[in-house]
C-alpha cells in the first residue's frame, strides 16, 4: 500500500524559503521507473504541477518556477524535499505531494493529504 | 490561464449523464499523450479517476469513463449520484512545456 505525507511550515513570511518534506512508505525511489512530484493549489483554484523526481535523479520542474524550485530525494529514509525560495502571497496554497504513475503515463496515482502553507507578514 | 480548458460548471439530476471537455493542443493531447482524470471531493486531495485516456484504476466505478479525439478529452459520468458531486481536473504532458499539466477543474453540481 503506498502513502505519502506532506510535512513542513504552515507559515512563511514573504521574501522567505520554504522547505517542504515528503515521507512515503510502500514503494521505494531506487526501484526503477518510480518518481514523485508536488503540486499545489491555491484556496479556491485550479491544481498546478511544481517539480518531479525520479529514480535515477532526473528532475523536472515547471517552467514557469523553475527559478525557484529543488527538488532531492533521500532513498534511505523514503523522503523527497521541495524548496522555494523567496515566497510571495500569491505562493499561499495546498502543495501535496504525489507518486508518479509506472508504465510509461505521466499521471499521479496516489496522493499525499496536503499541507495548507499560508505567505504572509 | 490553464493549459488545458474545462467547462467551469456542469451540472445534472441523479441518474442523469453528464460530459466533461477538456481541451489541449498540438504540444499535449494532439501530440498524443494521454489526458488523465482526477476527482476531487471537498477538502480532500485529488483521486485518480481515469488514466491513460481511457483506463479506470482499481476500485473506480464503470459509470465513470474517458475518451479522446484529436486535441481533447472527455469524461462521462453516467447514473449521476449525489456522491458524484466535486471538483474534476484534467490532466497530460505537454512537450513544449516539458510538463504535467493541468485544466482548471470542473465543478460537478448534481441537481
Known amino acids: 500500500q503506498i502513502t505519502l505525507k506532506e510535512s513542513g511550515p504552515t507559515l512563511v513570511k514573504p521574501t522567505q524559503t520554504l522547505t517542504l518534506t515528503c515521507t512515503f512508505s510502500g514503494f521505494s525511489l531506487s526501484t526503477s521507473g518510480m518518481g514523485v512530484g508536488w503540486i499545489r493549489q491555491p484556496p479556491g483554484k485550479a491544481l498546478e504541477w511544481l517539480a518531479l523526481i525520479y529514480w535515477n535523479d532526473d528532475k523536472r520542474y515547471s517552467p514557469s518556477l523553475k527559478s525557484r524550485l529543488t527538488i532531492t530525494k533521500d532513498t534511505s529514509k523514503n523522503q523527497v524535499v521541495l524548496t522555494m525560495t523567496n515566497m510571495d502571497p500569491v505562493d499561499t496554497a495546498t502543495y501535496y505531494c504525489a507518486h508518479s504513475c509506472s508504465s510509461g503515463y505521466y499521471c499521479f496515482d496516489y496522493w499525499g493529504q496536503g499541507t495548507l502553507v499560508t505567505v504572509s507578514s | 490561464q490553464s493549459v488545458l480548458t474545462q467547462p467551469p460548471s456542469v451540472s445534472g439530476a441523479p441518474g442523469q449523464r453528464v460530459t466533461i471537455s477538456c481541451t489541449g493542443s498540438s504540444s499535449n493531447i494532439g501530440a498524443r499523450y494521454d489526458v488523465h482524470w482526477y476527482q476531487q471531493l471537498p477538502g480532500t486531495a485529488p483521486k485518480l479517476l481515469i488514466y491513460?485516456?481511457?483506463y479506470r484504476p482499481s476500485g473506480v466505478p464503470d459509470r465513470f469513463s474517458g475518451s479522446k479525439s484529436g486535441t481533447s478529452a472527455s469524461l462521462a459520468i453516467t447514473g449521476l449520484q449525489a456522491e458524484d458531486e466535486a471538483d474534476y481536473y484534467c490532466?497530460?504532458?505537454?512537450?513544449?512545456?516539458?510538463?504535467?499539466?493541468f485544466g482548471g477543474g470542473t465543478k460537478l453540481t448534481v441537481l
Open positions: 491513460g485516456s481511457t
Open positions: 490532466q497530460s504532458y505537454d512537450s513544449s512545456l516539458s510538463g504535467w499539466v
